[in-house]
């Protein structure tokens, strides 16, 4: 008959725990997701809204870019509610 042997469980954590960091498979705290850290902040809406960026060259190109998917959305949502009206 085979026993357990007391303190298996304990023994396979703490090998666990005992092993060496590798840094090269660990992300740094810039490369965490939700790090803002190297980000440039771009507010948007009159700052209702606020967009970080990693090349500041690209603000202008950003921006522009926000107001045509906004344009695009609102445009979408008024043919939506004009059928809705138009159905009832």
Not at 41 to 60: H, M, N, Q, R, Y
Request: hydrophobic fraction near 30%; avoid cysteine.
């Amino acid at each position: 008959m085979k026993t357990r042997r007391e303190g298996s469980t304990n023994d396979s954590v703490s090998q666990i725990v005992a092993l060496p960091v590798h840094r090269a498979t660990v992300a740094g705290p810039n490369h965490l997701p939700g790090s803002i850290t190297d980000m440039y902040p771009v507010t948007l809406d009159g700052g209702k809204t606020v967009i970080f960026i990693s090349d500041k060259s690209k603000e202008a190109e950003t921006r522009q870019n926000y107001e045509l998917r906004k344009e695009e959305r609102l445009l979408r949502l008024g043919k939506k509610f004009k059928e809705r009206v138009v159905e009832q």
